[in-house]
């Protein structure tokens, strides 16, 4: 099998992260790069709701997912993308064309979102009730 590399925060995990991890493993083995709290925080401004660990384990018990790492910090995907030896980089369509700059060290791939589901819309409608 092709192997798939994905990067994501996964916090409060939604069937949305679900649908995107379970297309991603379409293409081979997959394996999960998953943001330290304060990467997240440096990028969201937002510590996320629940801690790495929390977030990692949540995305290893998953039928899809091959194999979970930590993703240390910033500037590090090119590294964890020869590490691993990917053949594709699977990414939600949020990010289409930032990763593009990754396409000499494997095919880059950008999936479509599910509409309407969020963490940030989550959190808002918990907020809300
Ligand atoms: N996603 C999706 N549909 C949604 C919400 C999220 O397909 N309704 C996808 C995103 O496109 C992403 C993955 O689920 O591919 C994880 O989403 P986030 O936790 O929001 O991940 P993000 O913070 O975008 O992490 O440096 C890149 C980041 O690590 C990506």
């Keep these: 099998p092709r192997r798939v590399l994905t990067f994501g925060t996964f916090d409060l995990f939604h ?3 679900l649908l995107l991890l379970e297309r991603a493993a379409t293409y081979g083995e997959l394996v999960v790069g998953v943001p ?3 990467l997240v925080l440096a990028k969201k401004e937002r510590r996320p709701v629940f801690p790495d660990h929390h977030r990692v384990e949540i995305v290893r018990a ?3 997912v091959s194999g ?3 993703e240390e910090g910033p500037g590090l995907k090119r590294r964890y ?3 691993h030896r990917a053949d594709l980089l699977v990414m939600g369509d949020d990010w289409a064309g930032h990763f593009d700059e990754l396409g000499d060290v494997c095919e880059v791939v950008y999936l479509p979102r599910t509409p309407s589901i969020s963490t940030t819309t989550t959190i808002e409608a918990i907020a809300a009730s």
Excluded: M
Aim: proline share 0%.
């Design 15 to 17: 069937v949305g992260h």
């Design 36 to 38: 330290v709290d304060d």
């Design 62 to 64: 998953l039928r899809c």
């Design 68 to 70: 979970v790492f930590l």
């Design 81 to 83: 993308l020869l590490e």
